[in-house]
Nanobody
Framework: VVQLHQSGGGSVQAGGSLRLSCAAS??????????MGWFRQAPGKEREGVAG???????NYADSVKGRFTITRDSAENTVYLQMNSLTPEDTGMYYC??????????????????WGQGTQVTVSS
């Protein structure tokens, strides 16, 4: 079982920045071997993949966030971060950390995961 604890998020005006963190732990699990990443779900919409990072640090982003969001990981701390810059109201939603993400470097619509963080609200006002 993998446990994911999220922090960060909040409310910001358009053009602002926020940072999300996700600390992973797992009894009997080596989470450093897992792809970790972020999904989000806007009101009335399906959950979608946002950004992922594999154990080697290779990243994968949704087209809508490329150039604005940066995912990084601290393997020693089993923590993944999502730096979100130039936020727009379209980025508003509940953000969920996930690990392991299957098909990490493939199309984000093919992503799936068994374990999720508790969710963090991100609200961007215009």
């Amino acid at each position: 079982v993998v446990q994911l604890h999220q922090s960060g998020g909040g409310s910001v005006q358009a053009g602002g920045s926020l940072r999300l963190s996700c600390a992973a732990s797992g009894e009997g699990e080596d989470v450093s071997l897992y792809c970790m990443g972020w999904f989000r779900q806007a009101p009335g919409k399906e959950r979608e993949g946002v950004a992922g990072i594999d154990p080697d640090g290779v990243t994968n982003y949704a087209d809508s966030v490329k150039g604005r969001f940066t995912i990084t990981r601290d393997s020693a701390e089993n923590t993944v971060y999502l730096q979100m810059n130039s936020l727009t109201p379209e980025d508003t939603g509940m953000y969920y950390c996930a690990a392991p993400i299957r098909r990490c470097l493939g199309g984000l619509t093919t992503w799936s995961s068994d374990y999720w963080g508790q969710g963090t609200q991100v609200t961007v006002s215009s």
